[in-house]
């Protein structure tokens, strides 16, 4: 993705960016019509880890709603997973209309979303970021800042790249 736009590989990809390229529109919660300030209020005050984005394919246009409440580095985590979802292809298992007309969207199979979460945690701090990182002695706040992810994004992917252990390892 990142050769693709001509970016290097070690450099910040941020989510926003890739849904522009994508073509994918995204919208706070303030954005969709009809919503009550009541509902914004329940949404982003009350109750704002209640969730955190979903998506909707219209034709081929998808469009993705993402929670105004929650900090940056998770509005971007969470933008490149749904962003995720559609580079995959991968489609909801289901959705349903309440009673009262509300529309709920499903989730999708748990192996999608491992995937989703793989691809997202690649695209956010490939593994040439992760070296970066440490060979430049960034701290972790510097790293975070730089990428736009939160603290439990970066411990992960150096977790599951294996970074760390191969550095401590190694004479670089």
Do not use: C
């Amino acid at each position: 993705m990142r050769q693709d736009r001509g970016l290097p590989a070690d450099s910040p990809l941020l989510a926003e960016t890739l849904a522009n390229d994508l073509n994918v529109t995204v919208w706070s919660e303030r954005d969709v019509s009809g919503v009550s300030d009541a509902d914004i209020a329940q949404l982003t005050e009350r109750d704002p880890s209640s969730w955190s984005a979903f998506t909707i394919r219209v034709g081929q246009h998808h469009l993705v709603v993402v929670n105004s409440a929650q900090s940056s580095p998770r509005r971007n985590s969470i933008l490149m997973h749904e962003l995720s979802h559609i580079i995959l292809g991968h489609e909801l298992t289901s959705a349903a209309l309440t009673e009262d007309g509300h529309f709920i969207p499903a989730t999708y199979d748990q192996s999608q979303e491992a995937e989703a979460d793989w691809l997202a945690g690649a695209l956010l701090l490939p593994r040439p970021a992760l070296l970066r990182i440490r060979r430049t002695g960034l701290s972790d706040d510097q790293a975070m800042e730089n990428y736009l992810v939160s603290k439990q994004m970066l411990t992960w992917r150096f977790r599951m790249t294996g970074v760390d252990y191969q550095l401590s390892h190694s004479r670089w």
